[in-house]
């Protein structure tokens, strides 16, 4: 059954990454909770309590704004196939736009993504594991195309002004420092 660890070991850093998705949540003191899916290979870790993860442009940019207003995030993972297990990483954040550096020390490691919006680094302070024997099976059959084609033929320019339009202000009125 579950585990409490202190640290990502390395069977769970195989695990992670031979997850399709994972689930990113967060809450500022108030307003509401978010929990959102993603996707596409946007996920590292980077040490056995560090993980960085690349953030892509959404309709809305809630985990920015709770970041802003409490760092603390909560990361899951589910097998979807195989053995099963649930995968939770909580911890602080911190989130990054291009301009600066952390962003720039860590884009390196993700595929050209147009439309990558921001760089999240979340230090871990509990690593738990439980059983997952009532998630479904689910078989992967590929990535959407849509985010890549929207974004292409955007270009940076329009992304940028969809930004500003869209992505600096939660549903709760948070900023979200875009």
Known sequence: ???????????????IGNQKMFFVGTAA????????PKG???FRVIGSNKIVWLNL???GNET???????NR???MFCAFEGKPLILRLYGTARIFHQDDKTYREHIGQFPKII???QIIVMDIDLVQTSCGFAVPFMDFKEERTQLKSWAEKQGEERIQN????KNSVSIDGFETGM
């Open 73 to 75: 995030m909560t990361i």
């Open 57 to 59: 442009t959404g309709s």
């Open 40 to 42: 596409m290979d946007t």
């Open 64 to 70: 920015a704004a709770h970041l802003l207003k409490n």
């Open 162 to 165: 969809y930004w500003k339009e």
């Open 1 to 15: 059954m579950g585990k409490k660890l202190d640290k990502i070991t390395p069977e769970l850093q195989e695990f």
């Open 29 to 36: 003191e108030e307003g509401r909770v978010n929990i959102s």
């Open 115 to 117: 439309g990558a919006r």
